[in-house]
């Protein structure tokens, strides 16, 4: 209300009034300083306009409001809620949908893995909130943060470590674009760097376990689609979380299934 006020917004209810005035009444005929309501109101408002708006960013910086993450936590509590529903009904949804145990496993500890980096991620960004305000205290007092260190270390140790792990440039043979031969005159052709011996391509079993673990997954997304509306229902999270998260279980369904299927 105060940010409308001083940015001039209420100018047109102001100037509305003004003209509102009539010219003359019906028994004491013309009325007198119209004119002058209409010309100091709206000399008021190209005041405020001109020279309050302006200002306006300043004044919210000198204020120094506090950052609202509300709606960063209420996305990462509804994404643990629902992951965390989905993980509890995996051997139910196993079961129903014919998912052997060794597909089981590797689903739930996809999901589990999926939870630790959600809760570490809160933590970060709770973190950087904390250091910040850390830091934004350290320039009001003009101190420096004695438990900051001067990076020099850091950068020393960034610098063993960059050492240590130089990427190594690979010079390959120059190849004729029209033969494809290279300068020794052999012909360079594709070949398969790394096999696996155990596995036997021709069997089916590569191609079962990956369709149980397609329909795994798709069986958790539903899941979680589930208990996410059940939250929208109860009002535990606005629409706009439940939007976000409902596109990404959609991007998610979208790499699981394909765009044909999926639409």
Not at 208 to 234: C, F, N, P, Q, S
Not at 236 to 260: H, Y
């Amino acid at each position: 209300m105060a940010g409308s006020t001083v940015a001039g917004m209420g100018g047109a209810f102001s100037l509305a009034v003004a003209l509102s005035v009539p010219v003359a009444s019906a028994t004491e005929g013309e009325i007198a300083g119209r004119d002058e309501i209409v010309f100091i109101t709206a000399g008021v408002i190209l005041l405020s306009l001109l020279v309050q708006a302006p200002l306006l960013p300043a004044i919210v910086r000198w204020a120094r409001f506090p950052v609202d993450h509300a709606d960063d936590e209420e996305y990462e509590l509804a994404e643990r809620a629902i992951s965390g529903a989905a993980l509890a009904a995996l051997d139910d949804l196993a079961v129903e949908h014919g998912v052997g145990q060794e597909i089981r496993d590797k689903v739930r500890a996809e999901g589990y893995q999926m939870l630790e980096f959600s809760n570490a991620r809160a933590l970060a960004r709770e973190q950087a909130i904390v250091d910040a305000e850390a830091q934004a205290l350290d320039v009001m007092l003009g101190e420096p943060d004695p438990l900051g260190g001067d990076g020099q270390q850091l950068d020393g140790g960034a610098d063993a470590a960059s050492a240590g792990s130089a990427p190594v440039a690979l010079r390959m043979p120059d190849v004729d674009a029209a033969t494809g031969d290279g300068t020794d005159g052999e012909v360079r052709t594709l070949q398969m760097l790394a096999t696996s011996a155990d596995v036997d391509v021709m069997q089916r079993s590569p191609l079962l376990r990956h369709e149980e673990h397609t329909r795994l997954k798709l069986a958790l997304i539903d899941r979680k689609r589930e208990v996410l509306l059940g939250l929208r229902r109860d009002g535990t999270v606005d629409d706009l979380v439940v939007r976000r998260i409902s596109a990404r279980l959609d991007l998610e369904q979208v790499r699981l299934q394909g765009i044909e299927e999926y639409d």
